[in-house]
Every structure is written in C-alpha cells, then in structure tokens.
C-alpha cells in the first residue's frame, strides 16, 4: 500500500513538473524562434514529445514509488529533487530564453543523473530499474537534438 500511495504521489509530482515546464516554455515549439531554426532531421513530430513524456513519467512514477518504498535515504531525495529541477528548468533555459548551450548542459546532467539512478540507486528495487530506459533513451535523443541545434544555429 505504501508503494502504492508514493507512485500516486509521484505521478501527482512528476506530471505537475511537466505542467510547470510547459507554462515556463512560453510558445516553445510553436514559437517563431523555434520555428525557424535548424532542426536535426530525426527531430519527431510534436505529438511524439506528449506521448513520450507521459509514458515517461508514468514509469518514472512507478519506479520511485518502489525506489522510495525501499530506501528514502537522503540521497535519493537529493537525486530527485535535482533530477526535477534540471527537467523542469531545461524547457525554460531553451525554450524561453533560447540558451541552447546552458540547455544543452543542463540535459547532459539530467541525463548523467539518469544513469546514476539506474546504476547506483537501484540495487534494491530489481528489475522495476528498467522503468527509467524510456526516460534514458528519450534523454539521448533529446540531448542530441539539442546539440545539433547548437552546433546547427
């Protein structure tokens, strides 16, 4: 029950993060800046970035719900707390004010952050480890249209 009760609040959190980003993003995709740059040819359509956010977060959910069910300690608070706001700022850093550089340091943290957990947080939580791979595999794509826009623009 208590996994239960953490992966809703998780899911209450994570999902309010991604509310809070796309307000801080302004228009963001649809915004003249992003309109017109260069973007990498494998960049998907805009409908892909809302399903794979949610699938995402609904398996980042979940795993923190068991992560913090069998260790709260104050490291993986820390890692949470640092992994929200890194996702939460990267659409405001690029986006909004069009620091594509910052951005692109920020992501590779975030995604740095990412493999930490599936590396060094997961011991205890067996194979619910292998609900971060979409998070990891969308943070690599993400990282890499975000460097073919700098290196491009």
Do not use: R
């Not at 960049?43 to 709260?72: D, H, N, Q, R």
């Amino acid at each position: 029950m208590k996994q239960f009760k953490l992966t809703i609040l998780f899911l209450i959190i994570n999902f309010g993060g991604l509310a809070i980003g796309n307000w801080l993003m302004g228009e963001g995709p649809t915004g003249d800046w992003y309109t017109n740059i260069n973007k990498a040819p494998w960049t998907p359509p805009g409908w892909v970035f809302s399903a794979s956010w949610t699938l995402i977060m609904i398996c980042f959910s979940i795993y923190l719900g068991k992560l913090f069910t069998v260790e709260s300690s104050q490291k993986t608070k820390i890692a949470f707390l640092i992994q929200f706001i890194l996702n939460v700022s990267w659409n405001y850093i690029v986006f909004n004010q069009q620091l594509v550089l910052f951005g692109l340091i920020s992501i590779f943290f975030l995604t740095l952050l990412l493999f930490f957990y599936f590396f060094k947080l997961s011991d205890k939580v067996g194979a619910y480890k292998y609900l971060l791979l979409p998070y990891m595999i969308w943070l690599c794509i993400a990282t890499s249209l975000n460097f073919y826009i700098l290196l491009y623009n």
